[in-house]
């Protein structure tokens, strides 16, 4: 079984081993890359410079494998990804639909990007799995910031603990307005038009993504709302995980993508 490198941000006893180890967080990917782009400046990034349209899949594994090795790989690993990861987004700027600057490099926009993928995997805790007490989520959120001090965030735009993060999020949530760059992309990455896989395939895990967002956003991205048999379906998986997983043996939980991306770089 893969474990963290030797000198790794994480060690095996860390939370977030223990979290993004496992498939479950996999189930808040859309949830984590919608509330993104939410924000217009985001979003301006993605349609101007991702291949989001054109190879989905490929970008979500690009993205996994990334986050797995600078937060699970040994210090050389880490640092190649971080610089290359700079080098791309240092490319990444230009003006949104209004007019409005952005660029890749902003610690602000950094920081949204990693506060929604540390919110999502306590949020998919939280519904489908439960193990995660109020000290454990304190205790995960504290080991997040480290994430963010590896992409060179300065300590001012990262909230001091987790009530303050909790606080972060409500309102940059509460303050979020999205353009129709954002919509056009929430409606892609629900329905992303893989050749030879149809769309229904997506459908399943689109009712589990609708009802993780934040209703605010999914209201104001004009996503819609569960009807009440896709809502007791959503309700229905969430109560035979919380069953499954606990007795589930480990290596029927394991996330593929933390296997492929650390075996890729050992």
């Known amino acids: 079984m893969v474990r963290p490198a030797r000198g790794a941000l994480y060690d095996s006893r860390s939370l977030a081993w223990r979290l993004n180890s496992r498939w479950m967080v996999m189930l808040g990917g859309q949830r984590a890359a919608i509330m993104q782009i939410s924000d217009p400046r985001v979003a301006a990034g993605v349609k101007d410079y991702?291949?989001?349209?054109?190879?989905?899949?490929?970008?979500?594994?690009?993205?996994?494998?990334?986050?797995?090795?600078?937060?699970?790989?040994?210090?050389?690993?880490r640092q190649k990804v971080l610089d290359d990861l700079d080098r791309v987004h240092a490319r990444v700027k230009g003006r949104t639909e209004e007019g409005k600057p952005y660029s890749a490099l902003d610690p602000?926009?950094?920081?949204?990007?990693?506060?929604?993928?540390?919110?999502?995997?306590?949020?998919?805790?939280?519904?489908?799995?439960?193990r995660l007490r109020e000290a454990d989520r304190e205790r995960y959120y504290d080991e997040t910031r480290v994430i963010a001090s590896a992409f060179g965030i300065d300590d001012r735009f990262i909230p001091d603990d987790y009530p303050a993060f909790k606080e972060y999020m409500a309102e940059r949530v509460e303050k979020l307005r999205p353009s129709a760059a954002s919509r056009e992309i929430a409606r892609g990455l629900l329905q992303p038009?893989?050749?030879?896989?149809?769309?229904?395939v997506f459908v399943p895990l689109d009712w589990v993504t609708l009802e993780l967002l934040p209703s605010q956003l999914r209201d104001r991205l004009h996503l819609g709302v569960l009807n009440p048999m896709q809502l007791a379906a959503v309700r229905g998986a969430r109560g035979v995980a919380r069953g499954a997983l606990q007795v589930a043996p480990r290596q029927l939980t394991a996330n593929p993508f933390a296997i492929r991306a650390l075996r890729k770089a050992a």
């Open 50 to 77: 991702s291949t989001y349209r054109t190879d989905p899949l490929g970008r979500l594994q690009r993205t996994m494998d990334y986050m797995m090795i600078i937060g699970f790989g040994d210090p050389d690993q």
């Open 108 to 130: 602000k926009l950094m920081y949204w990007v990693l506060a929604t993928l540390t919110d999502t995997v306590m949020e998919v805790d939280r519904r489908y799995v439960g």
């Open 193 to 200: 038009g893989i050749a030879f896989i149809p769309n229904q």
